[in-house]
């Protein structure tokens, strides 16, 4: 639930280019919109940089976001900033402690959307237990950006028993799938393309932290490799593994979980859910050993009921994903090739 509060009396309704002067309207915008809304300690020193103290290991991700609609389904670019960096720190195996938030504004983008991707961003962080420490803001001439684009920057403490690491991957390690696929890609491309579909598809944008951090402390090395397939999706995910750790992939379609209103999405505008985005999954590579427990310790979660065990590594046919279908036979699935849904994160 996004928090609700009014916007606060900042004299225009659009963004203009004064707005990134540095000068007193970048000065009320920013008192009003983010020092007074994100308050803490080290952002309220107002520094162009913070100070902080984190003790051990320490992990850090930055990423860029300029989805497109701004709005979606299920989130917006505010709240996906800060879910997608705080689960690239968790896929390293780390609790996002601190985030930095750069925006690139549009001249002309209304006050009222700009108020509402802040106020997703505070109810994302706070669900996360995050604090955003400093960050920037830049104001671009109308027509030489597309309404806003935000960057973050996540730091974080590694888990004590994380060996997060594609080295640690050996033959028979066992491919867990956290849920279903597709959902945030057919969500904004949905949006595009003005398609309402008889049941509402939205985007699966979520923090992955605290379930990963719970499988960690329960399950430690035995998980040998973690990774979120956004952009490119799980094929292409899969398919950078395979080539990294030299091991073939064996996959089942049988396995694989995908919702049927995602899944009849998928085939009216002839994508293959293999390679559409997702915001709110995780692959677990993990011990043979331990993939059962793991799997149903995963499927306790809230969003994770579906989880499944989707496959392994193999050396056989080294570097290439092959998938065995539905009727029986295998086929290769390779890497996406160009950009399937541009925009999408």
Known sequence: MILSCPLPQL????????????????????????FKLFE????????????????????????????????FEGGNIGDLAVNGTINDLAMCGAEAKYLTLAFVLEEGLKMTEFWDILLSIK???????????????KVVERGKGDKIFINTTGIGKVHHKANIDISNIKPGDKIILSGPLARHGIAIMSERQGLKFESNITSDTRPLNDIVLSLLEQFGEAIHFLRD?????????????????KMGVDISEREIPVDEDVRSACEMLGLDPLYVANEGLF??????????????????????????????????HARQVL???????????????GEQLPRIC
């Open 323 to 337: 998938l065995k279908s539905n009727i029986g036979g295998r086929r290769v699935v390779n890497m996406l090739a």
């Open 283 to 316: 692959i677990a590579i993990v011990e043979a050993s331990a993939a059962d427990e793991l799997l149903w310790t995963l499927r306790e979660w809230e969003h994770n009921t579906d989880a499944s065990i989707i496959g392994e590594f193999t050396n056989d």
């Open 229 to 245: 397939p956004t952009r490119g999706g799980l094929a292409t995910v899969l398919n950078e593994i395979a080539l990294d750790a």
């Open 123 to 137: 109810t994302a962080s706070e669900m996360a237990g995050v604090q955003i420490i400093t960050g920037d803001t």
């Open 40 to 71: 803490n300690d080290l952002l309220n020193k107002k520094h162009d940089g913070a100070v902080f103290e984190l003790n051990g290991k320490v992990a850090m991700s930055t990423d860029t976001y300029v989805v497109s609609p701004i709005f």
């Open 11 to 34: 004299d225009f309704d659009v963004i203009n280019l004064g707005h990134g002067s540095g000068g007193t309207l970048t000065s009320k915008l920013l008192e009003a919109g983010v």
